[in-house]
């Protein structure tokens, strides 16, 4: 079945630092990407997508890359702020409808000022 | 902004004993879903809604489990005879029918469910 790996935090930078978060996949079909985030006492929000290979999803200064050949979204921001302490979930779908998401066990970031 | 809402955000229950978890979706919202998130595990899907009924359930939505739209903007989960591995947060999510690829979910602030 689909699965999701991203890498086990916590994540801990300084602010200003570069960051990056590694996910990689597994699915049978041809799934689009996403990048959800979590702070705290919050539900899960979408933060970027991709919908199919070489797509770059963007928003809020993050950025992933959908690469088939290495079947990964890894995330990218290249100067984290204090207010992008939270929990992040890279997740897939195989397709639209009520197809439910399968996620990674989600990454906890923590920026100290 | 819309957004999805949950109730309780904190329940506390004996085992054996059933609970029902309240969702509010966002109003012109289609389709809904229940996730869970064991502490320190990853969040699992565990049901999709439409049209007044499941879509689709994952194997972990077994008999102890249903669903319900009771009315025009309620959407529960109800877990009839609770264990003590049930323990975890569960999310609720809607989105609306995009047409296109994939329809974003919006996600609820999640329901922690303790059972002693």
């Known amino acids: 079945g689909d699965s999701v790996t991203q890498m086990e935090g916590p994540v801990t930078l300084s602010e200003e630092a570069f960051l990056t978060i590694n996910c990689t996949y597994t699915?049978?079909?041809?799934?689009?990407l996403f990048w959800y985030v979590q702070y705290p006492g919050e539900g899960l929000q979408l933060l970027l997508k991709?919908?199919?290979?070489?797509d770059k999803g963007s928003n809020k200064g993050f950025e992933a890359t959908y690469r088939k050949e290495t079947t990964s979204f890894h995330l990218e921001k290249g100067s984290v702020q204090v207010s992008d302490s939270a929990v992040y979930f890279c997740?897939?779908?195989?397709?639209?409808?009520?197809?439910?998401?399968?996620f990674g066990k989600g990454t906890h970031l923590i920026i100290q000022p | 902004e819309p957004e999805v809402t949950q109730t309780p955000s904190h329940q506390v229950t004996q085992m054996g004993q059933e609970v029902i978890l309240r969702c509010v979706p966002i109003?012109?919202?289609?389709?809904f879903y229940w996730y869970r998130q064991i502490l320190g595990q990853k969040v699992e899907f565990l049901v999709s809604f439409y049209n007044n009924e499941i879509s689709e359930k994952s194997e972990i939505f077994d008999d102890q489990f249903s669903v319900e739209r009771p009315d025009g903007s309620n959407f529960t989960l109800k877990i009839r005879s609770t264990k003590l591995e049930d323990s975890a947060m569960y999310f609720c999510?809607?989105?609306?029918?995009?047409?296109?690829?994939?329809?974003?979910?919006?996600f609820g602030p999640g329901t922690r469910l303790t059972v002693l």
């Open positions: 991709a919908t199919k290979a070489d």
């Open positions: 999510a809607s989105s609306e029918n995009s047409g296109g690829p994939y329809n974003e979910q919006f």
């Open positions: 997740a897939l779908s195989e397709g639209g409808g009520a197809d439910g998401l399968t």
């Open positions: 699915a049978t079909g041809y799934p689009s």
């Open positions: 109003s012109n919202h289609l389709y």
